[in-house]
């Protein structure tokens, strides 16, 4: 498989992070996006940098491993500072090449806004990295139970994305192997003119929806086996539960959100 | 053709967290026109080592030949689609590859894509589905309307209408009930010897091995851990033990009565007939020495 | 006499009207705590029979009791407390991201308290001997350990009946002397009756019936040594013989008597050595 596949992809471990409960990384997520916006000193992006590194740190997963995973983020990154670059005129003028000038506002809004967008993604990628995708459905599915009092099938929602969950590396060998067997009957899925690369994948989609729906059909027929029948009167194995070190985690929040306020200029 | 393993090992997902190798320093030699078979655990590599038989994938350490094809990690055959012609591949339940609108269809598909002619094409297909034992009614029905059985000779006809000269087969009897077994095992032994191909069968059944093949590697952790002739390597008790197999349940026998007998009969891949005439050898020889 | 578990009475089913009938007039009995097993060529109508026990399927004639419960729309909730199925397809009955969180999706169905969950997934689990991989996700399974855990999940809602519907079917050697061997252990322990559904050979054997099943009909239910008995009629109707049974047949021909059918090889040695003091 390959790496690309691996971006983002959870990282097991016991770190102070990783035990978070999955709530309270997703609402200091939310909030972080907008107190991103609230830096504009050199001071006000140190506490917000210094905030992200923490975290990063925190978690103790290897450093190079969470850079490589925002790879292809990188090039955003890149290209939207130089857009800044290209497009502001505010400041002194630095450098005039060829009837292109760049300013130091350039350079200086570039930064920011770079440095932005970097710890934004930095951010959610620490909550992907450090939280199973079930503990997110998890969270979702209790951020949105006062949905379920407009008939909004939460419950169904959450099973469905709890199923699609476990099937997806399933899918993913069976995608593997089934492109193997075609490309040893000679598909060549690489190379190549487009229109035979588009053709060539006939042969692998028309076998996976067949498999997918063989699939669908055992495991409904499994889960009515198991008794399933609706939300009605579940209960529940996996619960949530807040406990000191997401209060701690909130309080340690309010505190940078408050220094953001007292270091921005205004 | 002659495949040989030159201290091949892979190693999946390399440089990430997850990395692990399946094949570890891996080498062996298989003569062409051959009856190979493969044993080991799952997760032993053996579905690895059947993807570098036809360049599925490459070797991160080492060297593999095909014939004259080569692979290594920065090496590829020029023309990879020639080496997946004469390398049939057989994988564990082929009829999840099926996909044409009808049986016919589904058979050419891998001829097409080899570049054999229309009227080469008909031929081969009306050959192979006699020879899988298909009706030939059912080459213009859709393939999804057979039964499971019908459906996997379906998809081995679409290897073998390539003209395969090596074939490779990963479990193929998996799922299919005892006589289906019988038949399509037979059914390969045939063409392994009517078209001299070199066969490599991928297993977890020691009968098998001792039914159909001549020689057996034993893979273990994604190393060889033993190789040679059937008789030799399968009835080795305490080494196949140590990797969780266990012999053939007809040496496990021969064992049994040697001990509670006092006399031993050496296993040579016997018939059921001709182990009851030698236990009947031993019986009327000790009848008449007491 | 034992309690029947399982009744058939006079059971056809098909799966619409222009097609052919699968089962056709069976009728049958399970005992409580009988080991059975059903074997049959591929299209007998043996797995059919498994999801007629639970309702996933309902027959056009005839009558299912299960445990003095007429198998229908209203009974089949209650009815499927008693009875836990195992499926082939190890991927395909796995529902939970991880091992505990599958076998609490049966209990979770029933209403079962938390704590009560958690006690009993750690009972189920040590019972097939899976209670290390309690928070491992499925694709890091073995098809054999998956199936460990299926049966860990159906043993949580403590049925009186485990059907396993070729469930080692798709599992290497290992897994299947596993599958079989924590099976028997805990038919032995919770008084369970055991339906396995199969053509593996040493799987017939262990059984204390077996029920042959040849196009959609009963075509013989007894011992597991009366049935291989019967060499030269299995064979006509697609099914193995053990190797044991095989063997006796050859020495039997080469003029050896072979008295009682021998069933594993310390019988058939057995026998052999008392011919062999004969000679």
């Known amino acids: 498989m390959n790496n690309a596949l691996i971006i983002g992809q959870y990282v097991p471990g016991e770190s102070l992070v990783h035990r978070l409960d999955p709530r309270t990384k997703i609402t200091v997520i939310f ?13 006000s992006y140190s506490v917000l940098i210094a905030f992200a590194l923490t975290s990063m740190f925190t978690t103790r997963i290897p450093i190079r491993y969470i850079l490589k995973g925002l790879m292809p983020v990188w090039f955003l990154i890149i290209f939207t500072f130089i857009l800044h670059l290209i497009v502001t005129n505010k400041g002194t003028v630095l450098i005039d090449i060829l009837g292109f000038s760049i300013y130091s506002g350039g350079v200086i809004q570039g930064f920011a806004i770079s440095i932005r967008f970097f710890l934004l993604i930095l951010i959610t990628s620490l909550l992907t990295l450090t939280t199973t995708p079930i503990e997110i459905t998890d969270a979702i599915e209790d951020m949105l139970d006062p949905l379920k009092k407009i008939r909004f099938p939460v419950h169904e929602l959450a099973l469905m994305m709890s199923i699609s969950l476990r099937f997806i590396p399933t899918l993913m060998q069976e995608t593997d192997k089934i492109s193997k067997a075609q490309a040893s009957r000679g598909v060549d899925f690489r190379t190549g003119p487009l229109k035979e690369r588009v053709k060539a994948v006939v042969p692998l989609l028309v076998p996976l929806f067949v498999s997918a729906f063989k699939r669908a059909e055992e495991l409904a027929m499994a889960m009515e086996a198991r008794g399933y029948q609706g939300g009605e009167g579940r209960t529940k194995l996996r619960e949530l539960k807040l406990g000191k070190r997401d209060l701690i985690v909130f309080i340690l929040f309010m505190i940078i959100t408050a220094a953001l306020f007292l270091t921005r200029n205004y | 053709m002659d495949i040989t393993f030159n201290n091949v090992s892979y190693i999946y997902q390399k440089n990430t967290p997850f990395a692990h190798k399946a094949i570890a320093n891996l080498s062996f030699y298989i003569p062409s026109g051959t009856f190979t078979a493969v044993i080991g655990h799952t997760g032993s590599g053996k ?57 016919k269809k589904d058979i050419a598909f891998g001829p097409k894509n080899f570049n ?49 000269d090596v ?46 093949a001549d ?45 509670k007998f006092g006399q031993k009969i050496p296993y040579h891949r016997q018939s059921e007939a001709e182990l009851a005439s030698e236990i009947r050898q031993v019986l009327k020889g000790a009848g008449k020495d007491e | ?125 040590s019972a097939v001997g899976m209670q290390e991989y309690r928070l491992t996700e499925p694709h890091k399974l073995s098809g054999g350990q998956k199936q460990r855990v299926a049966v860990a999940s159906v043993l949580a809602i403590f049925p009186q009946i485990l059907i396993l519907d070729e469930a080692t079917a798709m599992l290497d050697p ?87 059918e021998a069933l594993n090889h310390e019988e058939l040695l057995e026998e052999l050595w008392t011919s062999h003091s004969i000679m």
């Open chain 1, 31 to 43: 909030f972080f996006v907008f107190i991103v916006f609230l830096a504009n000193s050199v001071i």
């Open chain 2, 47 to 103: 579905s690895t080592l059947i993807q570098h038989l036809n360049g599925l994938v490459r070797p991160s350490e080492g060297e593999v030949m095909i014939g004259n094809y080569r692979l290594t990690r920065d090496e590829k055959p020029d023309n990879m689609r020639m080496l997946r012609n004469r390398v049939g591949v057989v994988f564990q339940y082929p009829e999840h590859q099926l996909f044409e609108e009808t049986v």
């Open chain 3, 1 to 125: 006499m034992r309690h029947k578990i399982v009744e058939f009475r006079h059971v056809s089913f098909r799966y619409g009207e222009e097609h052919p009938w699968v089962l056709k007039n069976c009728s049958f009995a399970i005992y409580e705590n009988e080991a059975i097993a059903i074997i049959g060529h591929n299209g007998s109508g043996k797995s059919t029979i498994a999801k007629l026990m639970n309702g996933l399927l309902f027959p056009q004639e005839g009558e299912i009791v299960i445990n003095g419960r007429s198998v229908t729309q209203d009974s089949i909730w209650d009815i499927r407390k008693d009875v836990g199925m195992v499926f082939q397809n190890p991927d395909n009955q796995f529902v939970g991201t991880t091992v505990q969180d599958d076998v609490a999706f049966g209990m979770e169905n029933r209403g079962i308290e938390r704590d009560e969950m958690v006690r009993r997934i750690d009972n189920t689990l």
């Open chain 2, 215 to 259: 020689h057996v590697i034993i893979l273990n952790e994604g190393a060889k851990y033993m190789e040679g002739r059937p008789e030799e390597v399968l009835t080795q008790r305490e080494a196949l033990h140590h990797v969780q197999l266990d012999v053939p349940e007809m040496v496990q026998f021969i064992n049994a009565f040697s001990e």
């Open chain 3, 174 to 260: 290992r897994g299947r002397t596993d599958i079989m061997k924590t099976v028997t252990r805990v038919q032995d322990q919770r008084h369970l009756s055991l339906i396995t559904i199969t053509h593996d050979l040493q799987e017939v054997v262990q059984a204390e019936r077996v029920i042959v099943m040849n196009e959609g009909a009963i075509w013989d239910e007894a011992a597991p040594r009366d049935i291989f008995a019967k060499k030269a009629e299995l064979r006509r109707i697609g099914l193995d013989i053990p190797f044991v049974a095989a063997l006796s047949e050859e020495l039997r021909k080469a003029g050896i008597p072979i008295n009682r």
């Open chain 2, 167 to 212: 074939l490779v087969l990963d479990e193929p009897t998996a799922g299919l009930d005892p006589r289906g077994q019988h038949e399509m095992m037979d059914m390969f032994t045939d063409m392994h010897k009517q078209q001299g191909l070199t066969t490599i069968l991928v297993t977890h059944s020691m009968e098998d091995a001792v039914k159909y």
């Open chain 2, 116 to 164: 054999v002619s229309q009227d080469d094409i008909e031929n081969r297909v009306r050959e192979i589905t006699s020879q899988v034992g298909l009706p030939e009614e059912l080459l213009g029905r859709s393939p999804f309307d057979l039964s499971g059985g019908q459906m996997r000779r379906v998809a081995i006809a679409g290897v073998l209408a390539a003209k395969p």
